[in-house]
């Protein structure tokens, strides 16, 4: 166990390929605090099969002029970082992330940041019409499938003379819940009818973990971002269904934040329509509920109590109406810019 007076020789090794000396050094899972004769650094570990891809998405973000990424330090002989026992290694500067200031300036700076990657690094690619529409019929067919189950385990749980518990609150949420999938299915048709003739798609390099855990700020409250370690070229919305999805995952509330985040981001890089009715698709999809629900169906007491499962249909549910009232006031918005539009080029028109 490495504390703050123990010395690793694994440490040391691998900080000698830096012309660094350890002194000693503090351990939080992946990371390790190094106290070194020119100062504190912070050591990762990662998988050495996701280092090619690290590297590479790393080097292209700079190279399109983004530098508010947390630098990654090069070897003396030119590497990004240090195989040793079956880990990689890479070593960055170790910031203090200052917590001081609002919460929600943080995220905004956060989002932000983000739109700048995104900006520039964008670039259409190439997308055979045939793989669009077989990903359009296989999600469709899950999702259709999924809502078959759903209707008939309510008819199931209705022809009892006693209910479970769990049951009688699926029956209670389920009108919600069968609104949900209807309307995830309407978006979904139509992004497909609008792009099923298209022949590319716009991408952007992903964070891939995109997530206030992993944006610092150093203590003039510049925000930088770390760990790219699951980084792609891949549609904007890998990385904000994601966040948004897990930060509706809460007790019941009225997500404005989620609201003005969104749209601060837009204000550096909008989403496209298609891509706005492809990502509310999604959003709006409830398969954290279906997937509690088949596993109460199928599996019942293997792996949960009555009572576990009733608390994780609650917290679901609450989810699916945290997700809905965010879905909605994007709807309100995105109605009221496209009658503007309307109201202006018929006022150009006249």
């Not at 203090?96 to 520039?120: C, V, Y």
């Not at 999702?143 to 009688?168: D, G, N, T």
Request: glycine share 2%; proline share 3%.
């Amino acid at each position: 166990m490495e504390g703050s007076n123990y010395v690793s020789s694994d440490l040391r090794e691998i900080l000698s390929h830096y012309m660094l000396h350890l002194h000693y050094s503090e351990s939080f899972g992946r990371i390790h605090k190094v106290y070194t004769n020119q100062g504190v650094y912070c050591l990762k570990t990662i998988p050495p099969e996701k280092s090619m891809d690290f590297v590479k998405y790393l080097q292209r973000i700079y190279q399109r002029g983004y530098y508010r990424a947390v630098p990654v330090y090069v070897t003396a002989d030119g590497r990004y970082g240090v195989l040793h026992k079956n880990k990689l290694y890479y070593l960055m500067p170790w910031l203090t992330n200052d917590e001081s200031g609002e919460r929600n300036e943080k995220h905004r700076q956060m989002f932000r940041e983000l739109a700048r990657i995104h900006s520039l690094t964008v670039k259409d690619i190439e997308v055979d019409k045939q793989d669009r529409e077989i990903h359009y019929e296989k999600t469709t067919d899950e999702w259709k499938r999924q809502q078959s189950f759903v209707e008939e385990y309510i008819e199931k749980c209705e022809q009892k003379w006693y209910m479970s518990p769990f049951e009688l609150l699926f029956c209670s949420y389920y009108y919600d819940i069968s609104q949900a999938i209807t309307f995830a299915l309407r978006k979904f048709e139509e992004w497909y009818e609008k792009t099923k003739d298209e022949e590319t798609v716009r991408s952007v390099i992903i964070h891939g973990k995109f997530s206030l855990q992993h944006f610092l700020l150093d203590e003039r409250g510049s925000g930088y971002f770390v760990n790219f370690e699951n980084s792609k070229q891949l549609p904007q919305h890998f990385d904000l269904l994601p966040f948004f999805v897990k930060y509706c995952n809460t007790y019941p509330i009225r997500c404005d934040e989620c609201v003005d985040w969104l749209y601060y981001y837009y204000k550096f890089f909008a989403m496209r329509d298609e891509e706005m009715l492809l990502f509310i698709s999604y959003l709006a999809y409830p398969s954290i509920i279906f997937q509690t629900i088949e596993m109460y169906h199928t599996e019942k007491y293997e792996r949960k109590t009555e009572a576990q499962y009733v608390m994780e249909l609650q917290k679901n549910y609450w989810q699916l109406k945290n997700i809905e009232y965010f879905v909605m006031k994007i709807e309100e918005i995105e109605a009221q810019k496209k009658a503007a539009k309307e109201a202006a080029e018929q006022s150009e028109q006249s």
